[in-house]
């Protein structure tokens, strides 16, 4: 699940960047846009690719709290950019995956006295087995009256992509049995297991009731933006400092249309893809600092046909399993625009 704002080399030149530039920072307004975080241990050490720890999670919310940033429900930041209706300038959403024992010991009490909501994407299975490590029912139910909402990670937090269609539906309807029993609801929201994505799955996504899905991709949400396939920026342990959670929250939009491929599930050996994407904004008037980056293979090469084509040029193959790409480009105020995709090749492809 170890999920990357973007390559090692990446951070560092956009973190020194931020730096140099902080101190020339113009103050802009986001309202059309939010930052999704997203969350899934804490404290637990032993698993520190999905972790983050204590004190960085603290020295989280108190940035959030004392910078003048607005967190709100992620339900309503998703209404909103669906009407179209103005933001309040540094938006952020909290997301948190896998209900996870810390979340009730130590993330939910942590926001309760921030009294920030946040979402908790709930994969059913784990607590009606009473899975060591995870929630039982009344404790979500606690979360809940605290201030958190609830969406679906489906029954079994199976591989979807690699799914059959009839076993992804099934899955789903069991999942949203549950929720309806034991919470008397049914999520509209769900954050797809290991953030993998595929159209056949919001295909049956959107079959079984969903609204919105969410991946693990880098990125900022806006009311264009494919609301079944949202991006979120990753926290654990080793990309979780502060520096980093300010380059997320103060990122804006990439805004881009006409991406290919348009299935990001490279179940066809189409392998490397022909990555491109079309920028949507009249204001941006120079691309030439665009940069973009893939897991394993650090900066690639891309190419501006035209004023608004981008296309990646000399792509690797790649890996089986799960593969990042992460555009950005600078703007004024030390601040970056990002568009980011999560790939996946199956696991038996070479």
């Not at 995870?134 to 809940?144: A, D």
């Not at 079959?207 to 900022?220: E, I, K, Y």
């Not at 394993?296 to 090469?301: K, L, T």
């Amino acid at each position: 699940m170890l999920s990357t704002l973007h390559s090692g080399k990446l951070y560092i030149v956009v973190t020194v960047f931020f730096l140099f530039s902080l101190k020339n920072t113009v103050p802009v307004c986001a309202a059309e846009s939010a930052t999704i975080l997203m969350y899934h241990r804490f404290g637990e050490s032993r698993y520190p690719s999905t972790n983050t720890t204590v004190n960085q999670f603290r020295s989280h919310i108190s940035e959030l709290k004392n910078k003048n940033y607005v967190v709100k429900p992620i339900p309503k930041i998703i209404a909103a950019l669906r009407r179209g209706k103005p933001l309040p300038p540094r938006t952020v959403g909290i997301s948190i995956d896998d209900a996870f024992l810390s979340v009730y010991q130590i993330a939910g009490p942590i926001l309760h006295k921030a009294n920030f909501p946040y979402t908790l994407f709930v994969a059913t299975e784990p607590l009606d087995r009473g899975a060591p490590g995870y929630m039982s029912w009344g404790q979500l139910r606690e979360l809940i009256k605290g201030g958190a909402n609830i969406g679906s990670q489906t029954a079994t937090h199976l591989h979807m992509p690699e799914t059959s269609a009839k076993i992804n539906m099934e899955d789903l309807e069991n999942s949203n049995k549950r929720f309806k029993k034991e919470l008397g609801i049914t999520p509209k929201m769900i954050a797809y297991p290991y953030g993998e994505y595929s159209l056949e799955v919001e295909k049956v996504s959107l079959a079984a009731g969903f609204t919105t899905g969410f991946g693990q991709h880098s990125g900022v949400v806006y009311k264009n933006s494919n609301f079944m396939y949202l991006p979120r920026f990753t926290f654990n342990e080793s990309y979780g400092d502060i520096k980093r959670l300010q380059l997320a929250i103060r990122a804006l939009p990439l805004k881009v249309r006409d991406i290919t491929p348009e299935d990001p599930y490279l179940k066809d050996n189409i392998n490397p893809p022909t990555f491109g994407f079309s920028v949507e904004e009249d204001s941006i008037k120079d691309l030439s600092r665009l940069a973009c980056y893939v897991t394993g293979q650090g900066r690639v090469r891309t190419e501006i046909l035209g004023k608004r084509r981008v296309e990646v040029r000399g792509l690797k193959a790649f890996s089986p399993g799960r593969t990042r790409v992460n555009c950005t480009l600078p703007v004024h105020g030390g601040r970056w625009r990002w568009m980011g995709m999560q790939f996946l090749v199956p696991a038996h492809s070479n």
